[in-house]
């Protein structure tokens, strides 16, 4: 499973990088250090006590008495507790003592007038501006810039913005907002090096319409009255008859059991031609349909088997 961003940002912030000593997660990272740094003296000063209350005592006249384990779990327990305490106190002790020498580096900096000429140069620019890159678009027109009043308490003043349009409509899609249109335009059929009939060739226009009370949230009265599989969860029948794409034959089957449709080939199209029993017209009104007609079915997507 991939997750598409429908938008990538690149901002650039108007505070340059000797306005400021360090980055928010530079300043983290330092008090976290420092902490941790602290809270390991603690436990290593507690580890070589115990090991000397350990050494010490086993050379007690009181090693072999029946309460000796008794006392040392009681020694154990209360260390534990201790050190607990000590180590908790050690971290934020040296938490506080970064972040107070963080807050001071700070002040002086203020005081050494930077932050008040970071100030004057946000009020100099006094727009926003943001470009939208559109990858499809060729390169001399594939950033598109648009500029806005830049509000008082803003930090930036220029921002790149990748639009991903296919997770957008995606997104939409998925919830509701928006259909997907197709049309699809016969384009004839397609000829080789020496002039032969190949494969008819089908081209796909695709529109996305937002989804409203004019489109009936693409929903069909006549659909839903006329055809008895006109419900979501089965694909609607199609109108009985003899179908081709071009060279082969079908006609149309519908299986009741799970509500789809089926094409089950009858014949080539060039011995549905050649049959004497076809009246000439028929013929020239096939030939013309294939070269012109819109398709009445259109069936997107590798096709492994028809049936």
Known sequence: ????????????????????????????????????????????KFAQDYDEWLSRHKEDQK?????????????ERRRRRNEAIRAEQAYDGAVARVKAQQEKELLEATSQGELAALSQRRQRNSYQIVGVIDPKKPDRDAVQWFARKKPKAAKWSLRLIHVNRDAIIKDLFDQG???????????????????????IEVKADYAVKERSWRTLWNFSPKHFFTDSS????????????????????YQTTYRYNDGRNGLRLVDSLGHFLNNTKVDDQTKTNIQRALAKKFPDIVMEGPVEEVE
């Open 1 to 44: 499973m991939r997750f598409a961003s429908p938008l990538q940002a690149l901002t650039i912030w108007d505070s340059p990088k000797d306005a400021i000593k360090s980055s928010p997660r530079k300043q983290f990272l330092e008090r976290y250090r420092a902490g941790l740094a602290a809270e390991k003296a603690v436990h290593d």
């Open 177 to 199: 907002k928006v259909d997907i249109m197709a049309k699809y335009k016969n384009k004839g059929y397609s000829k080789d090096t020496e002039g032969n009939n190949l494969n």
């Open 63 to 75: 090693a072999n008495a029946p309460d000796w384990a008794k006392r040392v779990a009681r020694y």
């Open 230 to 249: 006109g419900m979501y969860w089965r694909e609607r029948r199609l109108r009985p008859g003899v179908y081709t794409d071009g060279a082969d034959l």
